[in-house]
């Protein structure tokens, strides 16, 4: 990846997007100020004795009409009031596809393949080998068969047979473990940016799984690796408008089609870090699931940096001087993620951080804009405060080391991540629910740990999303860690030598 860290992205917040954040704390101000009013209320009128209010009652001079029109006020209030507010969306369960082991590609096969591709010159293969020594990535990660061919074979026959397999295996496991009929689903999104067939990919499972004429679906494509926060996004706000609804948003990437077979090396990066993978995921705003759903989505924060040039241009798909396609990364990456960063986390602050934090940074933010010295350093909020468990997205180690460094984490709140791309490799939009899958299998969820989930992709976007635990979360005995949880975590050397 580009040698470039991420900047300081705390050190200079920029002042609108506090604002923004704050913006959605007044939008519940009323609630906050009403709670405590009604509740001092409540406790004077409990202190009042019968023959008190009755005297109360008679002093005000008020009849029984006046007394039930103002009853059914406060009916027709109540009721709009509960009516408006948002429903809750709960996390039922997950499922992430577990790759096959014939599908493994070690260091010594990812080196022989790379040499006897016929269009890889000798630069070519050096450089993905240094990239591939720097990447985090383990032995285990896991390429589509098609792949496994000299030269791969990107069909669209092969790629649509790579995504029946990850997408139908994900889905078959989540119905195991929820007992969902498939016939229930309300509510399909389906995002993966690269491979965009007709019919879509959301046909494709409406198909299989022969669900209901009426189902709501979508199909998102061209997103990047933040897409599965969008999808979560927009599957909670069809839930907001359809009461009693399931939801299942599923989140993958398509290695088949994307293999880059060219020489510029800021289009062979995807090519040592991509891995195949996806997630399914089942929401729903039904109250009585509840009792058994894993989390409640609290936050979803998104910040997309497209209006400038460089943020959208610094992912991007394209075709080599050659007419190779593949995705260009520019030198400016790391960079335009650190602004998108530093937007949205400024934006996620005042909605999760205890006051005691908001108020140390608002005084630092102020101080600096007053005294307009650069030699007043910043308080950097302690979003460890926020947050029990940390999900960035495992789009390559350098992201995840300079994240870990600006918010002050230790190894043990990046360990998911790491784990994650070590085991699976970068996988993209569902690399986020590997990570969950991976505390998860460590026994490390209680009930009220509060998640935080970041991802970010093409375009440029960066996105948050946050849940609290609703209960205590059983160690799963299946799943994608199930074979190799008991490995982890492992120590993962700053360069592991293959030439």
């Known amino acids: 990846m580009p040698a470039e860290p991420l900047p300081q992205f705390l050190s200079s917040i920029k002042l609108k997007y506090v604002k923004l954040g704050y913006q959605y704390l007044a939008s519940h101000m009323l609630t906050f100020l009403l709670i405590p009013v009604m509740v001092a209320a409540f406790l004077e009128a409990a202190k009042i004795g019968p023959d008190e209010l009755v005297s109360l009652w008679r002093s005000l001079g008020i009849n029984a009409i006046h007394a039930l029109c103002t009853v059914l006020l406060l009916v027709v209030v109540a009721t709009a009031y509960f009516m408006s507010r948002p429903r809750p969306v709960y996390l039922v369960d997950y499922a992430c596809f577990q790759p096959a082991r014939n599908c493994r590609v070690p260091f010594a096969t990812f080196f022989e393949h790379a040499r006897l591709m016929p269009f890889f010159d000798e630069k070519s293969v050096r450089f993905q080998v240094r990239i591939l020594e720097r990447s985090g990535l383990g032995e285990e990660t896991c390429l589509p068969p098609a792949n496994h061919y000299i030269p791969p074979c990107p069909s ?26 498939p016939k229930d689903i309300d509510i399909l999104v389906v995002n993966c940016s690269l491979f965009s067939p007709t019919p879509s990919l959301s046909a494709m499972i409406v198909n299989k799984y022969k669900l209901r004429s009426n189902i709501m679906s979508f199909n998102l494509s061209g997103m990047g690796c933040s897409a599965g926060l969008i999808s979560v996004d927009l599957a909670r706000d069809l839930l907001q408008a359809h009461p009693n609804s399931y939801a299942l948003v599923v989140s993958t990437e398509i290695i088949t089609p994307n293999y880059y077979a060219g020489n510029e090396r800021s289009m062979l990066l995807p090519n040592c870090l991509f891995r195949m993978g996806a997630a399914a995921v089942l929401l729903s705003n039904r109250r009585r699931e509840r009792a058994r759903a894993k989390y409640r989505l609290l936050h979803v924060v998104r910040t997309h940096k497209g209006a400038d040039d460089r943020a959208y241009r610094c992912v991007y798909e394209e075709e ?138 093409s375009g440029f976007k960066c996105n948050s999303a946050v849940w609290r635990c609703l209960r205590t979360v059983s160690t799963p005995v299946d799943g994608p860690w199930s074979d190799s949880i008991h490995r982890y975590p492992v120590h993962i050397p700053e360069v592991v030598k293959l030439l």
């Not at 649509?160 to 989540?174: G, Y």
């Not at 992201?399 to 070590?422: G, T």
Request: charged letters at 25%; glycine letters at 8%.
């Open 320 to 457: 080599d001087v050659d007419g190779n396609s593949g995705i260009r990364l520019s030198k400016d990456l790391m960079a335009i993620a650190g602004e998108a960063l530093r937007s949205n986390i400024t934006t996620v602050g005042p909605l999760v951080l205890p006051v005691t934090e908001q108020l140390r940074f608002l005084a630092s933010l102020v101080a600096r804009r007053l005294l307009r010295s650069r030699g007043w350093k910043p308080y950097i909020p302690d979003f460890k405060r926020a947050f029990e468990h940390f999900c960035i997205h495992a789009g390559g180690r350098a992201v995840i080391d300079e994240l870990q460094l600006n918010l002050r984490l230790s190894a043990a709140h990046v360990e998911a991540s790491r784990m994650a791309l070590h085991r699976f490799g970068n996988t993209s939009s569902s690399s986020l629910w590997y990570e969950l899958g991976y505390i998860e299998a460590k026994g490390r969820m209680r009930p009220g740990d509060r998640v935080w989930m970041i991802g970010f992709g």
């Open 156 to 181: 669209m026959e092969a790629s649509r047979a790579e995504a029946q397999l990850v997408i139908f295996s994900a889905i078959d496991d989540l119905i195991a473990k929820t007992g969902l009929k």
